[in-house]
């Protein structure tokens, strides 16, 4: 079945270290997104990459960083110059600017 | 800028009662609407969307029409169910940007 998997589901963090957040998509898509979910508040978009090793700065970009080098995959690190990285991250797909986006079951990081 | 508001929650509703959450939007061009749902600890999932004024996007009992004299998207259901007791969210997106801009949800309750 095509879909969007990140990994891992939980994630926990040292202050001070960076980490990073998988996220791999077989549905041959071209954009693909980050977005930070707080609860109580909607989603805000971290980074978003429309093709192949090219990447945008969304809304939230500052602490995090990603790479974009296949198609199917686009990691995102959050480093230690993220205030606040405790949350809910969730990696999204899209096949155009005007279709629905695909998004996988979400990492919880805790920062500790 | 764009911009998707949508009610506050939490709506708590019995079973079989109609459900109404509301959804209007500022967007420059004509945008794509969507509404998602998202159940505790998962991603989003879409259901459903619509791409141009007057469409009428259906999916599981849920139904909501592309009003564009009212920038509107309300989410409605006939009968609600305990099951679909999740979050909500409202979003849009258009065709001058990749990205898609949430509203920031409305808790929805259903008590058996």
């Known amino acids: 079945d095509g879909g969007i998997t990140q990994s891992p589901k939980y994630l926990f963090r040292k202050e001070g270290q960076n980490v990073t957040l998988s996220c791999e998509q077989n549905?041959?898509?071209?954009?693909m997104y980050w977005y930070r979910q707080d609860p109580g508040q909607g989603l805000r978009l971290i980074y978003y990459?429309?093709?192949?090793?090219?990447?945008q700065k969304g809304d939230i970009a500052e602490g995090y960083s990603v790479s974009r080098e296949k198609k199917e995959s686009f990691p995102l690190t959050v480093t230690s110059a993220q205030k606040n990285p405790t949350a809910f991250y969730l990696c999204?797909?899209?096949?155009?600017?005007?279709?629905?986006?695909?998004f996988g079951q979400g990492t919880r990081l805790t920062v500790v | 800028g764009d911009s998707v508001t949508q009610m506050e929650g939490p709506v708590t509703l019995s079973e079989e009662a109609f459900l109404t959450i509301n959804c209007t939007y500022t967007a420059t061009g004509y945008p794509s609407l969507f509404w998602y749902v998202q159940y505790p600890g998962e991603g989003l999932q879409l259901l459903l969307k619509a791409t141009k004024a007057d469409d009428k996007g259906s999916n599981k009992g849920f139904e909501a029409t592309y009003r564009k004299e009212t920038t509107s998207f309300h989410l409605e259901k006939g009968s609600v169910q305990v099951s679909d007791s999740a979050v909500y969210f409202c979003a849009l997106s258009t065709s001058g940007t990749y990205k898609y801009i949430f509203g920031t949800g409305t808790r929805l309750k259903v008590l058996a």
């Open positions: 549905l041959n898509h071209d954009a």
């Open positions: 990459s429309q093709i192949v090793n090219d990447f």
């Open positions: 999204a797909s899209s096949i155009s600017r005007t279709d629905e986006a695909f």
